[in-house]
């Protein structure tokens, strides 16, 4: 939720554009799995699965565990049901593990959820031991994608500042503060994207969603308009046309004791 004048604003997803760049968007998906190490988890969990390609992977590794997926947007529900996934509509915040709950995943979503850092030693507390919680979030909210962003938007729509996503230290801190063994980690990825204004691209899927949310069409255009340009500045394109749109990504994976 964002506000626009003081009225909360629902954000939608659209699970086409959000597939774009997959490549790139499902590295640390991949990343994240190689830490867990569960072999023959009962049941997997990927809180806010989005378009379900990536929970694919989870049943393709883990093919005897029951898999549940939920996430709160209809079209991305709809979109995971396309590809065979079981997915249902539900808030994380809502969440509670069921007691055969041994992996739960989730990858770029809590950035989304204001209080999660108390959802987490929430979910600890509930799964058995030897369970494994793996999040990761992106860790580039004061990056100028973001920022620009953030001024451009300043006195029309509040969107999430540099707190949305707290340091690596905080969430070991959070998660070792429950007894879990933790793993804890940040990456740079230096993406190299194609085509015209690909960052532009790339946060249209993401970071820019709450503002189409919350302004008419007309004044959308004129952000963006505005916002464009901005953005080539800072994210040059560079002869062959490629542009270099480094991204800051932060994982955490815990271990029930
Ligand atoms: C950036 S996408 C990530 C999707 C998928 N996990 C992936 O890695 O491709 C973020 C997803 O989080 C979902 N989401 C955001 N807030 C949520 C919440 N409170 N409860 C459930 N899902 C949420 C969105 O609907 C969206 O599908």
Not at 99 to 117: E, F, Y
Not at 233 to 248: E, Q, S, V
């Amino acid at each position: 939720m964002h506000e626009r004048g003081g009225r909360p604003v629902t954000t939608s997803w659209d699970p086409a554009t959000y597939l774009t760049f997959g490549d790139h968007r499902a590295r640390p998906f991949h990343d994240l799995l190689a830490r867990i190490a569960s072999r023959c988890p009962r049941r997997v969990v990927d809180l806010g699965c989005g378009p379900g390609n990536l929970t694919a992977l989870l049943a393709a590794r883990w093919p005897d565990a029951a898999i549940e997926a939920l996430d709160s947007s209809a079209e991305m529900v709809d979109a995971a049901r396309a590809r065979g996934i079981d997915a249902h509509r539900a808030d994380v915040v809502d969440w509670t593990p069921a007691p055969d709950t041994d992996v739960v995943i989730s990858n770029a979503v809590l950035q989304w959820v204001p209080q999660h850092r108390e959802l987490l030693p929430r979910w600890l507390a509930a799964l058995p031991v030897g369970a494994e919680l793996a999040v990761q979030v992106p860790g580039n909210f004061g990056a100028p994608s973001h920022e620009l962003v953030r001024e451009l938007a300043a006195g029309r729509v509040t969107l999430r500042g540099e707190a949305a996503v707290p340091e690596p230290d905080a969430y070991a801190e959070v998660l070792a503060g429950c007894g879990a063994d933790v793993d804890v980690w940040e990456t740079t990825y230096h993406q190299r994207l194609t085509g015209p204004d690909p960052v532009l691209h790339w946060i249209g899927a993401t970071a820019l969603r709450p503002v189409r949310d919350a302004l008419p069409p007309d004044e959308y255009e004129a952000f963006v308009a505005e916002l464009a340009p901005r953005l080539r500045a800072a994210y040059p394109a560079r002869l062959d046309g490629t542009t270099w749109f480094p991204f800051r990504r932060i994982f955490a994976v815990a271990r029930t004791a």
